[in-house]
């Protein structure tokens, strides 16, 4: 089972439509990242919260916006999309500090029609 | 600037045959070292890691050695099964919250 859950599994969502995705995490890491993956590609990075502060913003399009109410939850805010924009969006947390691995939750697959 | 290049796949392996995927990395520090797995329709995995020169990183079979020397940091695992069918990232990190993956190698194994 992964230590990072992730709702929703699935989205669809119209190009006017403003929804969020969800993450959260009970491992007591203090950075919590938003990554972005394409079919048959890597993991993008978007965003990197550092004890709840947003440290990296990878120059994404502001119809994405992150939030970090604690240190247990991540929120991505989407509004605006692009039929471009559909992928599988990742949450992942790790410690800071020192070089750590990420844990990664299972992703949302987003769909915009 | 740091990158990782792993080798294009995909790569189709009968079970129980020997199984190793290449990874090489350029880095100006001293850089940590990870296999991460991606099964169908789930994230990433940590599979093993090295955190320093002729490190070796074992998991589930699977296992890879920091090699500074050749800059590299291949896969190999002595008997594949179906259920290690997969995508494997080779990735990089130093200090700062930036991973470098490589490009994944889609592993089939057949029955």
């Known amino acids: 089972d992964t230590e990072v859950t992730q709702t929703p599994k699935h989205l669809v969502m119209g190009m006017t439509n403003k929804k969020s995705l969800k993450c959260e995490q009970h491992?007591?890491?203090?950075?919590m990242y938003w990554y972005k993956q394409k079919a048959k590609k890597p993991p993008e990075l978007m965003f990197v919260?550092?004890?709840?502060?947003?440290?990296i913003n990878e120059s994404v399009p502001s119809r994405f916006s992150p939030e970090c109410p604690n240190s247990s939850l991540l929120n991505l805010h989407l509004h605006a999309l692009q039929p471009e924009d559909s992928a599988l969006y990742l949450c992942?947390?790790?410690?800071?500090?020192?070089?750590?691995?990420?844990?990664f939750g299972n992703g949302t697959r987003l769909t915009v029609t | 600037g740091n990158s990782v290049t792993q080798m294009e796949g995909p790569v189709t392996l009968s079970e129980e045959a020997f199984l190793t995927i290449n990874c090489t990395y350029t880095?100006?520090?001293?850089?940590?070292l990870f296999w991460y797995v991606q099964y169908p329709g789930e994230g990433l995995q940590l599979l093993l890691k090295?955190?320093?020169?002729?490190d070796k990183g074992s998991n589930k079979g699977f296992e890879a050695t920091y090699r500074k020397e050749t800059t590299s940091f291949h896969l190999e695992k002595g008997s594949v099964q179906v259920s290690d069918s997969a995508v494997y990232f080779c990735?990089?990190?130093?200090?700062?919250?930036?991973?470098?993956f490589g490009a994944g190698t889609r592993l089939f194994v057949k029955a």
């Open positions: 992942a947390s790790s410690q800071v500090g020192s070089i750590s691995p990420l844990h």
């Open positions: 491992m007591g890491h203090r950075a």
């Open positions: 919260y550092s004890y709840e502060k947003l440290s």
């Open positions: 880095a100006t520090g001293y850089p940590s």
């Open positions: 090295a955190t320093k020169a002729d």
């Open positions: 990735a990089l990190s130093d200090i700062g919250f930036k991973t470098i």
